[in-house]
């Protein structure tokens, strides 16, 4: 299973950038998956998290100017970023728990990170 991120660019403050989120291989279900982020330097955290039922989870930071959605049909994710500041500057990633089988051989998988700049 490959996950690819896309939609990462350079905007203003206060723009909108949305993020997606596609996968190429074989899976029977996907369970949770989020959007997490990373500063240089820094560890990778959580920007937000949506369970198969569409249960969401944000990180303090972007709590009312993110929204992470899924399409379950087309088993894609987004994120819907608004107010962006440059503090938000960081590459995002997409994280995705499949079930390989039916109930059974769950893995972990993680995509290539797209770049977001917030500048001027």
């Known amino acids: 299973v490959q996950l690819q991120a896309f939609g990462g660019g350079l905007v203003q403050p206060g723009g909108y950038l949305r993020l997606s989120c596609a996968a190429s291989g074989h899976f029977v279900s996907i369970n949770h998956m989020g959007w997490y982020r990373q500063f240089p330097g820094k560890q990778r955290d959580l920007v937000a998290t949506?369970?198969?039922?569409?249960?969401?989870d944000y990180g303090d930071s972007v709590e009312g100017r993110f929204t992470i959605s899924r399409n379950n049909a087309n088993n894609m994710m987004y994120l819907q970023m608004n107010e962006l500041q440059p503090e938000d500057t960081a590459v995002y990633y997409c994280?995705?728990?499949?079930?390989?089988?039916?109930?059974?051989?769950?893995?972990?998988?993680w995509g290539h990170g797209t770049n977001v700049t917030v500048s001027r």
């Open positions: 949506i369970t198969r039922t569409g249960i969401t």
């Open positions: 994280n995705w728990n499949v079930d390989l089988a039916r109930g059974a051989n769950t893995r972990n998988y």
